[in-house]
């Protein structure tokens, strides 16, 4: 591991995720990209056939019934880093990302809610004309961390 990123942890979820396949998909792709663990907001699933690598019992997954209970719960010194197609995002292709975060996904059908864009630290895009699937797009941004760029 490179010294210039110790230290560093970060976690991934959805608000009010729509299907259970997707939320396996992002699990698998958690534990391959290093997440430290994974949540969801609102809707909680049970283990998910698409998590063919079994992600649920290698990274911790914690459950919030709502966002304030996120907010509340999250580890102190955590900046939110919301992923989502607006005016206010910075575009991911040249987005520092934070140290210590999480990344917290939409549904698909209406993404993150007023109050998690609101009280995210930093909203972040990248160049697609239209939405993503949720699991494609937390991939993407896993990966893109991956690559070692520049933290702040």
């Known amino acids: 591991m490179n010294s210039n990123f110790e230290n560093e942890y970060f976690g991934i979820g ?4 729509k299907t259970p396949e997707n939320l396996g998909v992002l699990w698998r792709s958690a534990q391959n990209f290093g997440a430290s663990f994974i ?12 998590d063919t690598h079994n992600a649920v019992k290698s990274i911790p997954y914690y459950h919030y019934d709502t966002f304030d209970d996120f907010v509340n719960n999250i580890p102190v010194g955590t900046r939110i880093v919301g992923v989502e197609l607006s005016d206010k995002s910075e575009d991911l292709e040249t987005f520092k990302h934070p140290r210590r975060c999480v990344y917290l996904l939409g549904a698909e059908d209406h993404g993150l809610s007023k109050q998690a864009m609101e009280k995210s630290h930093l909203l972040v895009k990248f160049n697609s004309p239209k939405s993503l699937n949720v699991a494609v797009a937390g991939s993407i941004v896993m990966y893109d961390r991956s690559l070692g ?4």
């Open 14 to 17: 959805i608000q009010n995720g």
């Open 149 to 152: 760029k520049e933290r702040i």
């Open 39 to 50: 949540f969801t907001i609102g809707n909680r699933y049970a283990k998910q056939a698409s």
